[in-house]
C-alpha cells in the first residue's frame, strides 16, 4: 500500500510540528520546510504526492513559491491563508494551486481536502499498463511480455517496476520505492532495491550492462524511460 508524502510548507516552527503530527497520525509520511526556496528543492528531492503551501512567509511568498514549484510539480497543492477573500482565492488558483483553506482551518476539513485531491491526482487507479514494440506490461492480469517471450516477475520486482511505470520519464526516488514497496519503514536499505533493479533490468533489457528502460538517476533513484521519450542528460544508463 502507498504511503502518501505531504510537503509541509511553513515559516511558522508551530504550525509546522501541529500538521506533522496531525499528518502522521493519520497515516501520511511528512516532510517540512521553512522557506519557499526550500520547498523548491524538496519537491525536487523529495518528490511529494501533495503540498501544503502557506500564502503568508517572508521573502518568497506561497503564490510565487508555487508558480516555481509547478515547473517541475504536478502534483496538488493547497495553499493555506488567513485571508479569505474572492481575490486571493483567484489568485492562489492563479498560481497553480488546487485547492485553498483558510485558517484558523478544522483538521476534519483538513484531512478530508487532502484526501480529496489525492484521489483526483492518483494514476494509479487508472494504470492498466503499456504497449511497447519489445515489451508489454498488464497490470491488472500482472503479465509481462519481453519481445513476444512471457516473463515471470518476482512480486517485488513487479511493484517496483509498477511504480517506475507510473511515473515514466520521471525519476523515483530510493526513499519513496523502498517505502512504497517494501513498507513506511524501509528507506534506507539501498542495497535490496539494488538487487531488485538488476533483476528487472536481467529480464527486461537486451543488454542489462546498458538499459534502455530503467535508467538510474545518480545520488537520486531511478527512472523508467520509453524508447520513444527524450532521454535526460544527467540520468545514467547503469548504477
Given at each position: 500500500m502507498?504511503?502518501?508524502?505531504?510537503?509541509?510548507?511553513?515559516?511558522?516552527?508551530?504550525?509546522?510540528?501541529?500538521l506533522r503530527a496531525t499528518l502522521s497520525s493519520n497515516g501520511y509520511e511528512v516532510i517540512e520546510a521553512k522557506s519557499g526556496p526550500e520547498?523548491?528543492?524538496?519537491?525536487?528531492a523529495e518528490r511529494p504526492d501533495l503540498i501544503l503551501l502557506d500564502v503568508n512567509m517572508p521573502g518568497m511568498n506561497g503564490l510565487e513559491a508555487c508558480n516555481k514549484i509547478r515547473m517541475s510539480f504536478d502534483g496538488p497543492i493547497?495553499?493555506?491563508?488567513?485571508?479569505?477573500?474572492?481575490?486571493?482565492?483567484?489568485?492562489?488558483?492563479?498560481?497553480?494551486?488546487?485547492?485553498?483553506?483558510?485558517?484558523p482551518f478544522a483538521?476534519?476539513?483538513?484531512?478530508?481536502?487532502?484526501?480529496?485531491?489525492?484521489?483526483?491526482?492518483?494514476?494509479?487507479?487508472?494504470?492498466?499498463?503499456?504497449?511497447?514494440?519489445?515489451?508489454?506490461?498488464?497490470?491488472?492480469?500482472?503479465?509481462?511480455n519481453v519481445r513476444d517471450v512471457r516473463v515471470h516477475l518476482a512480486p517485488k520486482e513487479f511493484e517496483v517496476l509498477r511504480l517506475l511505470l507510473i511515473h515514466q520519464g520521471k525519476p523515483v526516488t530510493h526513499k519513496r520505492l523502498l517505502q512504497t514497496v517494501w513498507g513506511p519503514d524501509h528507506g534506507g536499505e539501498t542495497e535490496s532495491l539494488r538487487v531488485v533493479i538488476s533483476q528487472l533490468r536481467k529480464k527486461l533489457e537486451k543488454d542489462p550492462t546498458h538499459p534502455v528502460y530503467i535508467l538510474t538517476e545518480p545520488w537520486m533513484g531511478y527512472r523508467f524511460q520509453s524508447p520513444d521519450m527524450p532521454s535526460h542528460k544527467n540520468s545514467r544508463r547503469k548504477s
Open positions: 502507498h504511503v502518501a508524502t505531504v510537503l509541509v510548507v511553513d515559516d511558522e516552527p508551530q504550525i509546522r510540528r501541529v520547498a523548491i528543492e524538496m519537491v525536487v493547497i495553499m493555506v491563508t488567513v485571508h479569505n477573500t474572492e481575490r486571493d482565492k483567484i489568485a492562489a488558483l492563479d498560481a497553480g494551486a488546487d485547492d485553498y483553506v483558510v485558517k483538521i476534519g476539513e483538513l484531512l478530508a481536502r487532502i484526501r480529496a485531491a489525492l484521489r483526483r491526482s492518483n494514476p494509479e487507479e487508472s494504470f492498466a499498463g503499456i504497449e511497447l514494440p519489445e515489451l508489454s506490461i498488464n497490470f491488472e492480469k500482472r503479465t509481462v
